[in-house]
């Protein structure tokens, strides 16, 4: 018996910083939305005990992936006392923003309830997603949610769905530990865009007049420390991208396109050695 997963990558339509907590994390407001980039999870039943293998040199396989953290906790959390190997087909790239992952530890949290065939509670399931990673919850199912809290309290609205994405990955890992612990806070922008995603949140749509607002208080400490990534989104914008925007806490910028034909000129223009470029359309 096996199932198979799809694993989609996110990017942040903006991220503002609230406020530092005091168990050490941040309280975000963020407008998520998963793109067709996809990492495939497969699912194999086994006797006993937890085996991940993945197509990713750079991915451990071991107690340290994301992945097996995952299925332990399933396993511990349900006294489910049989096994499973786990190959992944990694595409979406590792530490940058895309949330690559806890969305393929989302999906084994997905996966192995359908190959176990158990029924855990959504509250329960949120749980134990939010207890891995702030981003995990959001990716037990695709589309678009105002995430709060430090990521977990998530509201879905509807997607606008006639937007094409340009990602463009520079071949650099950020770690998003190391982006929250090198802030400068107070971070004082982003007045319009706080009061829109907010605004997101009550009527349970994007409307098109947000894209302008968006802006990520990431961007002064990932472009200090990488100026690369204003000069992508500088040449996204001038490949005719309506907004162009760092994805959480980097590396990836990616563009926001109209129509189909400009996004596939710029993602040809933007493929050069030093990057990874993915066209993509919104999962809703
Ligand atoms: O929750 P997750 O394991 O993805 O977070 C990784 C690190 O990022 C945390 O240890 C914390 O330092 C930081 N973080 C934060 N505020 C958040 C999310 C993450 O400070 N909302």
Redesign the pocket.
């Known amino acids: 018996m096996s199932v198979q997963e799809k694993a989609y990558a996110k990017i942040n339509l903006g991220l503002k910083i609230l406020r530092k907590r005091e168990d050490?994390?941040?309280?975000?407001l963020t407008v998520m939305q998963t793109v067709d980039l996809c990492d495939v999870l497969s699912f194999e039943q086994r006797e006993s005990g937890i085996e991940v293998v993945c197509s990713c040199a750079d991915v451990p396989e071991g107690p340290d992936n994301l992945v097996y953290r995952a299925a332990d906790r399933l396993q511990r959390e349900i006294g489910c006392d049989r096994g499973v190997r786990i190959q992944m087909d990694k595409r979406i790239p590792i530490g940058a923003g895309l949330g690559g992952g806890?969305s393929d530890a989302a999906a084994t949290l997905r996966g192995l309830c359908r190959l176990w065939n158990v029924d855990v509670a959504s509250e329960k399931l949120h749980t134990i997603a939010a207890s891995l990673?702030?981003?995990v919850p959001f990716f037990l199912r695709s589309g678009t949610a105002v995430a709060s809290g430090?990521?977990e309290i998530l509201h879905y609205v509807s997607a606008l769905e006639r937007v094409f994405y340009v990602l463009v990955y520079p071949k650099f890992q950020i770690s998003?530990?190391w982006a929250?612990?090198n802030l400068k806070m107070p971070l004082t922008f982003g007045e319009k865009y706080v009061n829109f995603a907010f605004s997101i949140k009550d009527t349970g749509m994007l409307s098109k007049a947000f894209y302008p607002c968006i802006e990520n208080d990431f961007s002064p400490l990932v472009e200090k420390h990488h100026p690369v990534v204003r000069n992508i989104q500088e040449r996204l914008m001038g490949l005719g991208a309506f907004k162009a925007s760092l994805s959480g806490s980097g590396s990836t910028v990616y563009g926001m396109f109209e129509r189909m034909e400009e996004a596939r000129a710029a993602a040809e223009q933007m493929r050069e050695p030093g990057c990874e470029v993915f066209l993509c359309r919104p999962v809703v």
């Open positions: 050490g994390y941040h309280d975000i806890s990673g702030s981003d430090r990521g998003s530990g929250y612990g």
